[in-house]
């Protein structure tokens, strides 16, 4: 073991691991489920029921997630969380691996690694969405790295479930295997080198990795995909995946290629910083032979995001397979900054009040952002360029200190304070953002990780709904719910009501108990015999293009506008207390 690395990374990796399950499964069943996220829970519940024929539930092209949810649903009940907790697991798995790779990328780079991954927006965010690419990211790369740990048969069983997490799975297939080929092909450009030349690892005698690997990955997808031989569809499903994926090639999913940028700027302009910072210090040492981890996930960030803009059925969610390598680069430059000790020496000081100053001015920087959006539009001066002269007089406050204490200190103190500063102050921003896109405003158009729409007041129907059914039968879930209104979300909303039914048109004659319609389809009759309330059941952008046109009220507040559509639920008068049923065609109360 090399001594100079730290010895306090076992229980760092521990608090970052410990980080990832809070922040993935903190209130993770709160908020309602979107109309994508419904649809895979929708087919794990199917899936679910121990009675019925399995012939007619219908598997789509992840049925690593729609069996493995549907056990949970079994063991544990049927809820959001359930319906959530394996890509929340596959978050917590992804942390993992640089806990499993940290003897190849260094210690120190593992540990930071593994706490950007693990406070990441973005990851986070699609960790707490059912469904997704999490299942495909996390367990992917955690069989990767148990591979390269000689795990063959956890590698295996991983790799097999990563296969059956749907078609994210092809874009890191893609990524990883083009990405390794380019940085393997310029490896080999320096391996005349004596220094970069490599000792090639020993097989070991008498075992056959490959075998343990492909059997375990074969029979986990052979059970797995097929609910335990249950749901032969499944491997059909799995199988349909490759030409759904290809089918994306021909039909847009009208997320566009700026949204995708837009997204990795302004959640992640930390780990973007540093891991530039990183390509132009190993591009003018000419990437020695000890960057070779750093090969990989340039050529691995590169392919993957160029992967993800060119595909026309894209999703925001897709980035993760490139917010994964930003965080490795991020992390093997960061290394080269982060004190070994604390201020204990005179000369380190200099460096710490450096980064307190770096630190005020970005606060500072942020609060005229957000201060100057107030200015009238009045006088000779527009209000952007007075913005724009503050803003730039900041942070030509902050070079023009960097450079006064690298003349006035050392160099060493000018480079730690301003990477300290900025460390910190992007930490904050990082912590804001995460905060808000996983925990405040989950599949919330305000934010970008989710795929419209968004969800209404499903909650305050669905107590509504409750309420009404308490008061007249004593139980919940005990009414008859008739709705004009088929969607996932709903179908998920009701799937506690055994009387619930979706029809496209109901006759004159039927008076169920409750009623849901689109607002534009209310009869005017049912006025008479019941009682209506509106709900915001969707919630779109209300702006056109990538971004609003408030762009600081946005970044700021998440301040945007939004447009809303909303269902109709219609009660029937006699589930309240003194109410009484009366026809318009008899006048009288119904029999």
Not at 74 to 86: C, D, I, K
Not at 427 to 432: N, R, W
Not at 466 to 492: H, I, M, Q, Y
Request: aromatic fraction near 10%; glycine fraction near 8%.
């Amino acid at each position: 073991m090399n001594r100079n690395q730290p010895t306090y990374a076992n229980p760092l990796f521990l608090a970052a691991v410990l980080l990832a399950i809070c922040l993935r499964f903190l209130n993770l069943g709160q908020a309602p489920l979107s109309e994508t996220e419904a649809g895979w829970a929708l087919q794990a519940l199917e899936a679910a029921k121990p009675l019925g024929f399995a012939s007619q539930v219908v598997i789509g092209p992840q049925p690593a997630y729609v069996f493995l949810t549907a056990l949970l649903f079994r063991l544990f009940g049927v809820t959001n969380f359930m319906a959530r907790f394996l890509p929340a697991l596959a978050g917590v798995a992804l942390v993992f691996v640089p806990f499993l790779m940290r003897e190849r990328i260094t210690r120190r780079a593992a540990i930071i690694a593994a706490f950007g991954l693990a406070l990441d927006p973005g990851l986070t965010a699609v960790a707490r969405q059912a469904g997704g690419p999490m299942l495909a990211l996390g367990f992917g790369l955690a069989a990767l790295a148990l591979w390269l740990n000689r795990r063959p048969l956890l590698a295996g069983i991983l790799a097999g479930v990563a296969l059956l997490s749907g078609l994210a799975v092809f874009t890191g297939l893609i990524s990883l295997s083009l990405g390794g080929l380019i940085a393997w092909g310029i490896w080999e450009r320096g391996r005349s080198s004596p220094v970069a030349a490599a000792p090639a690892a020993e097989a070991e005698p008498g075992r056959s990795p490959w075998r343990k690997a492909l059997l375990a990955g074969a029979l986990t997808i052979l059970i797995l995909g097929t609910g335990c031989l249950r749901y032969p569809q499944g491997m059909a499903a799995w199988i349909d995946s490759l030409t759904a994926y290809l089918s994306g090639w021909a039909v847009p999913s009208g997320t566009g290629a700026m949204k995708i940028i837009a997204a990795l700027l302004i959640y992640q302009p930390i780990a973007l910083l540093f891991a530039i910072l990183g390509i132009i210090r190993w591009a003018i040492k000419k990437f020695p032979a000890e960057a070779a981890p750093h090969y990989l996930a340039l050529s691995w960030f590169g392919v993957s995001l160029v992967l993800t803009l060119a595909y026309p059925a894209r999703q925001v969610s897709d980035l993760v397979w490139t917010l994964t390598p930003l965080w490795l680069m991020a992390a093997w430059e960061l290394k080269n900054y982060l004190p070994a000790r604390l201020p204990r020496q005179p000369e380190d000081l200099p460096a710490w009040l450096h980064a307190g100053l770096i630190l005020l001015l970005s606060g500072l920087f942020f609060y005229t952002l957000i201060s100057t959006r107030g200015i009238p539009a009045e006088g000779v001066v527009s209000p952007q360029i007075t913005r724009l002269v503050l803003l730039l007089g900041i942070l030509s406050l902050g070079a023009l200190t960097s450079i006064l204490v690298a003349l006035g200190w050392s160099r060493d103190a000018s480079r730690l304070g301003t990477a300290w500063g900025l460390l910190a102050a992007g930490s904050v921003y990082l912590a804001a953002a995460l905060w808000g896109a996983a925990i405040l405003r989950p599949n919330n158009p305000l934010e970008l990780w989710g795929n419209p729409p968004g969800s209404g007041q499903v909650d305050l129907m669905s107590n509504t709904l409750d309420t009404l059914s308490k008061w007249n039968a004593g139980l919940a879930n005990n009414l008859e719910v008739v709705s004009l209104v088929d969607t996932p979300a709903l179908r998920w909303t009701l799937r506690d009501y055994p009387q619930a039914r979706f029809v496209t048109a109901l006759a004159e004659s039927e008076h169920p108990a409750i009623i849901i319609t689109p607002v534009d389809q209310a009869n005017p009759n049912w006025a008479a015999a019941y009682r209506g309330q509106d709900f915001v059941w969707w919630a779109w952008p209300g702006w056109e293009g990538t971004l609003p046109n408030s762009l600081v009220d946005w970044i700021a507040f998440r301040a945007a506008p939004l447009q809303y559509e909303k269902i109709i639920l219609w009660a029937r008068s006699d589930l309240f207390p003194g109410g009484s049923l009366i026809t318009e065609q008899s006048g009288v109360n119904p029999p």
